[in-house]
């Protein structure tokens, strides 16, 4: 035993306390999937794939089954293959995760340490800060004017402590986008010791030809890291599988510290037919396009405040603070009938929601619904 003269606070304590910051975390909030009274809602709340997955992708993970004895292969080979052929990129450049939440972890492991601050939009993803809270770094807020990232706002916060800037492009919760020269115009100003990392989660939904998901920046710079997941339009959220394309000096750091078994066999194949199933994948971007206007427009001529546009598969409204329109109500009037969407008090915004695009029948029946609601 250390004589007591020489313990800090915490090894004083009572009980094992976790290190400072830590309980101040706000844990993640996952969407909804269950409404009080109702067997067998629809799930508009996690920005999942409404068409399901691919049947490929499927039969796949069912392929799996007799390999569940055996660990997976750690460098995720044959998914490290696909994805660099079919985007044509150096397969020892990719980094694999959990999810994409697992790379913006293993990024921010990699570069903070106390003290030192990532710098975010003000309604950034959840998983960004999340991360950086842990490894006791500060979090730094850039201003989003019209619920739109702008890259003067960033530039202005970045300070000497700077280490990453997470840049989800188009973002969630506003589901807004900017075009790459802006992102070009902020890797330009960065110093070149920030890691930009440029989120691209929704980036297939973009179909704007002035928008990119950042590929073609990273293939040369030396401070970008690019990410995607399967978990959006291949309709594998379940299965957990992201991926990050980072210069090679950053993947070598990443690697010491990543777990060594962090895909599965089951996704790692699913994710292989899912990326090769580009029919299902244009299914499911045709779906967001056929979509995406008739909402926008149904929903804005209700007299509701529609963020946008929107360049993802869902949208952020904003609802009156009159009493009985509010958001709140409009969740609970949605809920009781079946219809799931997603708060966003967590991201400082209380007087919207965020709502997946669902299949025909939900979108006509959201539609109604809130007709039913603004006039009630
Ligand atoms: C859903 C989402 C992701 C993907 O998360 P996974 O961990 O890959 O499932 C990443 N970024 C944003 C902004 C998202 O909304």
Request: contains cysteine; negative net charge.
């Amino acid at each position: 035993m250390p004589d007591t003269a020489d313990l800090d606070d915490r090894a004083r304590a009572s009980r094992p306390l976790p290190k400072p910051g830590i309980m101040d975390i706000h844990a993640y909030v996952p969407g909804k999937a269950k409404a009080e009274g109702v067997a067998e809602p629809v799930k508009l709340s996690a920005n999942e794939n409404i068409l399901g997955s691919s049947p490929k992708a499927r039969e796949a993970y069912a392929s799996a089954v007799d390999q569940l004895h055996i660990y997976p292969d750690s460098r995720t080979t044959i998914l490290r293959n696909a994805i660099a052929e079919q985007y044509r990129l150096e397969p020892e450049r990719l980094i694999f995760g959990c999810g994409s939440d697992e790379v913006f972890a293993l990024l921010n492991q990699t570069f903070l340490e106390p003290g030192d601050n990532i710098v975010q939009g003000e309604y950034a993803f959840a998983a960004f800060a999340i991360g950086a809270h842990a490894c006791q770094a500060e979090v730094k807020i850039a201003r989003e004017p019209d619920y739109r990232i702008d890259v003067d706002e960033i530039l202005k916060v970045v300070d000497g402590r700077t280490r990453l800037v997470f840049l989800a492009n188009p973002g969630n919760p506003t589901g807004t986008w900017i075009p790459f020269s802006e992102v070009e115009r902020l890797h330009a100003a960065l110093p070149p010791s920030v890691v930009l990392v440029l989120d691209g989660a929704y980036s297939e939904f973009a179909l704007d030809p002035t928008f990119s998901d950042g590929l073609d920046l990273a293939r040369t710079a030396s401070n970008v890291v690019v990410t995607h997941t399967f978990s959006k339009l291949h309709g594998l959220a379940a299965l957990r599988v992201g991926w990050g394309y980072a210069p090679a000096e950053i993947v070598a750091a990443v690697d010491r510290i990543r777990l060594p078994f962090n895909t599965s066999i089951p996704a790692q194949l699913a994710a292989v037919a899912g990326l090769k199933d580009l029919e299902f994948q244009k299914a499911s971007i045709d779906h967001i396009e056929q979509w995406r206007p008739w909402l926008t427009q149904q929903l804005g001529g209700l007299g509701l405040d529609v963020v946008g546009p929107s360049a993802t598969n869902f949208v952020l409204v904003g609802f009156p603070k009159t009493p009985g329109k509010t958001a709140a109500d409009a969740d609970a009037f949605l809920s009781a009938r079946g219809l799931l969407t997603r708060r966003v008090l967590n991201y400082g915004l209380p007087d919207h929601l965020r709502i997946t695009f669902g299949l025909e029948a939900h979108n006509r029946a959201l539609v109604d619904a809130l007709a039913e609601f603004m006039k009630g």
